[in-house]
């Protein structure tokens, strides 16, 4: 029977068994099963570990393989930030990697996997293995910039934590892990006009993976999505075009282009530093392949990503794929392109996958309440790096005004009024619809925070002189 005649594909949500043909359908990353945050598989000889450090946030990722792996590299678009990658372009035909680790906060997160790398030896060292020597691969997403105060990042306990918290078969989706505070589109939707309003459009990322079954091949892809271009379905169709709101009537790639300027007006200067915007990607396969093999399947699945991600691959990304082989089994029935064809449909689901869960908005409320309360509120909440957000009251209600940078949620100076909710908090005013929380602990105002759960931004309230 020849590898096409009978394929079974398992994604996320269920097995399907498709004749003559591989599978070319998506998942609606809104429409989940009951445990939408997580994808269960069936991978022995690969563990994965999440932490999180939740003054940032941010996270790390931690791919460990117990018994390692053959490895191959696909390094394209900006400036990347990877750890030993280039260990894996020498072409050896030998199992030398034991992790791989993917990690928020730039090119400061790449300590996070040298620190999962001091943990294995730690592990080893307990097994009497006391020369062992650690292969560890790492990339990394810039998550840190305008869109949270904190410069927060990951590092060696985060990822020393990641790597003793991996099990088996399990994977996180969405704002989870490395992916913690990841976004994707802003090409299309960044900062028009000297003001924050564009940013409204500029969508919240996360990680996704997708899982398959060929015969007794496995293919697992796992992606983390900090792309300047927006993810986009098998129709063609941007998945995501708002940070904060569900159910808008987004367009199509090719209306988002139709629409925009050929030459987009951005900073063409020479690239100094570490970009913006990067997608990490991981495929793992227990077949066994040659070097050559391997490295051709890292090139086609990572040029097969420009479907999902539009565009992909710019000067301003840093996109990095990783692919890694357990070499269990043999399957003559399935060629390298065969395989790598498959593995690319899995990275589609994965990309689709990665685009988080939105948060229940609350409704704003029509009748006012009592401003005598509104009177706890009143003061000055500092962000980190000096940020300032005033908050005052007058006889129409809340209002803010941010002095500083005010990051992707303030333009400076101006005035925002604060709709309240029924739930006790409050919606700015403003294209992007961020929510606002007063915090506080036995009836005393503390701080507040942009935006509670996933992508939390907190401030502390200025004592009064």
């Not at 020393?160 to 913690?180: H, T, V």
């Not at 309003?197 to 996704?208: E, L, M, N, R, V």
């Not at 079954?213 to 496995?218: A, Q, R």
């Not at 020479?270 to 890292?298: D, H």
Request: hydrophobic share 35%; aromatic share 10%; net charge neutral.
């Amino acid at each position: 029977m020849k590898v096409i005649d009978l394929i079974r594909i398992s994604i996320c949500f269920g097995i399907c068994i498709f004749s003559n043909t591989l599978s070319l359908r998506g998942q609606n990353p809104s429409s989940k099963t009951e445990d939408h945050s997580v994808m269960r598989f069936d991978f022995p000889g690969m563990k994965i570990g999440v932490a999180e450090n939740e003054e940032g946030p941010t996270g790390t990722t931690v791919f460990y393989f117990p018994d390692k792996v053959m490895g191959a590299v696909d390094v394209r678009g900006g400036d990347t930030g990877t750890l030993n990658a280039s260990a894996l372009s020498r072409g050896y035909e030998e199992k030398m990697i034991d992790a791989v680790v993917f990690s928020g906060g730039s090119w400061y997160g790449l300590s996070a996997a040298t620190g999962v790398a001091d943990e294995i030896k730690n592990l080893k060292t307990d097994e009497g293995k006391v020369d062992y020597i650690a292969g560890v691969l790492g990339g990394i997403i810039y998550d840190v910039g305008g869109r949270r105060f904190s410069r927060v990042t990951p590092d060696n306990e985060l990822g020393k934590e990641a790597l003793l918290k991996a099990k088996p078969n399990w994977f996180p989706l969405g704002a989870k892990g490395a992916g913690r505070f990841a976004m994707q589109g802003s090409y299309y939707y960044g900062k028009e006009k000297g003001s924050i309003d564009g940013y409204a459009k500029w969508p919240h990322s996360g990680q996704g993976a997708a899982f398959g079954e060929i015969g007794e091949t496995k293919i697992a892809v796992f992606t983390v999505v900090n792309a300047l271009g927006t993810v986009v379905d098998r129709n063609g169709k941007v998945v995501r075009c708002h940070r904060n709101i569900l159910g808008e009537d987004c367009p199509s790639a090719a209306e988002l282009i139709k629409n925009t300027s050929v030459i987009k007006k951005l900073d063409s200067a020479k690239v100094s530093g570490p970009t913006n915007n990067t997608t990490l990607t991981l495929v793992v396969t227990n077949q066994k392949l040659p070097f050559w093999a391997l490295q051709r399947l890292a090139t086609q699945v990572h040029t097969s990503m420009g479907r999902a991600i539009q565009p992909f691959s710019t000067q301003y990304d840093g996109d990095v794929l990783y692919a890694v082989s357990t070499n269990e089994i043999e399957n003559s029935n399935l060629s390298p392109i065969n395989l790598a064809v498959a593995a690319s449909e899995l990275a589609w689901d994965a990309v689709l996958n990665s685009v988080p869960q939105l948060p229940n908005r609350p409704s704003i409320i029509i009748s006012k309440q009592i401003l005598k309360a509104y009177k706890n509120y009143i003061g000055e909440y500092e962000f980190y790096g000096g940020g300032m957000l005033l908050v005052d009251v007058d006889e129409t209600g809340l209002w803010a005004k941010f002095i500083g940078d005010g990051k992707i949620y303030f333009d400076e100076n101006r005035i925002y009024r604060l709709n309240p909710t029924e739930n006790g908090q409050f919606i700015i005013d403003a294209p992007a619809q961020d929510v606002i929380r007063f915090d506080s602990k036995s009836d005393k105002v503390y701080g507040l925070t942009i935006n509670p759960g996933a992508w939390a931004i907190t401030s502390q309230r200025k004592k009064s002189k």
